[in-house]
């Protein structure tokens, strides 16, 4: 498990248990119009591990695009940001930081862990080792998991809509097998 | 100005309009900077939310809107409260002595300018709050930076506008429209090439915005200021950057791109499409330039464009006084 983070168990900074209140205005169509708001700018922290976040990076460029689904406002302040993707070997070191940074996010957040050393340790998992945790979510609550070693940026992008997914029971955007391929022309054969 | 019943009532319709004006504009702008940052690095940008994305921005804004409302530790919650509104608020004094069109100003002012130079720096005054309330040490650097930079480029932004006063013999926005004739060469663009670009550089200083986003800088504090504000919050501030945007580019309009009137049809359209196509041109640096670094902000203002500043308007001083 991770290091006790000195900064959250010191005295200062009671720690207090959240107690979660029903809420006052609870109308289904309210409730509806900004679950598909959430869904629709979902807000990454720029936060990357390892070779995971090259891919991250990828997304956000071109080709990829992962702004076409309104979710490329990479926000430096956690305060602001709404999607943790843990892209890479979360190490001993590393992981109060990772928890504090989870813990600064504002509530409606979901966290997915991108690429194999974050679901599980990947490569890292053996007897004995001393240096890495295994697997993101014994640390914070984890909603979606990408395996792949690195994923492609095409699986983040499929993370995104399964998050989307999960906040509002119904998927937007069609599967990528239920798209007709186009008929592929035989290749003109060289002379 | 009599203050009648008329003209109170003519102010409060004025400021609806306003502030409708600031949070559409904030909508819109927010959509073509994505847009733009997407076709200048070849991808399409937000696309699939609404027809072509149109709707994108409207989402973030109900989603800042639903997101906790959070209180971080050690705050003084009274100022970290206040500091957005006060972000917000100066910015509907700032409109009210913009000549939209011939008859379409607010507040018809011999001294208008004077206005809205003064009130401008009340902007700075919500940033330092923001930083300094909110306990946190990148807000706090972010707060002392945006304090040296507005401080800095107030003093070269106010020199150019003053050449063009020089010029019109006039502080009132209207007067200052007037001398300018409908076409591009009568502007005051052709009259004071220097000073035009000097206002712009200091104005995309003097908003914050990138390449001298110095205050929100990602790489070295956090998120700057605003680093420790989520959902509504950082929302104003965000609004507030974009209204600022929008009142230098209309004072850019006015001062240096003829206002309202234009080669065919004078009007408020004039204005507006002038005002947007100066935002376009700020939205497009900031996509194509790196940031500057603190001391070369700093020097680029101290050393290039005030000794500049100075020169031009001495030059402009010598001329009207031997034409004249």
Redesign the interface.
Known sequence: MAAPDPIMTAKRIPITKAEVLPPIIDLKPLNWFFDVNRAMSLWPITFGLACCAIEMMSVSMARFDIARFGAEVFRPSARQADLMMVTGTVSKKMAPALVRLYEQMPAPKYVMAVGNCAISGGPFKFDNQYGIIEGVDNLVPVDVYVPGCPPRPEAILEGVFAIQEKILGVRFWPKAEEIPSPKAEPKPEKA | MELSLLSFVQIIIACLLIIGLMVGNAVIMVYIE?KA??FI?????????GPR?TI?A???A??L????L?I??NVDWALYFLAPVLAFLPVLVLFLPIPFGKYLTTLQVDDGILLILAFAGLGVISNILAGWASNNKYGLLGAARAVAQSVAYEIPMIMALLAVVFLTGSLNLTAIVERQGTWPWEWNIAYQPLACFIYFVSLVGETNRAPFDLPEA?SEL??GF??????MG?ALFFLSEYANMLLVSFVCATFFLGGYRGPILDGFWWTFIKAYAVMCVIVWLRWTFPRVRFDQLLNINWKWLLPLSILNLWVTAIIIKFID
Do not use: N, W
């Open positions: 994505r940052a997407g690095q070849r991808r399409p940008g937000p696309y699939e939310v994305g994108q409207i989402c973030d109900m989603k809107l639903g997101k906790q959070f971080p530790g990602e956090t998120a605003h680093t420790e504000y989520s959902g950082f």
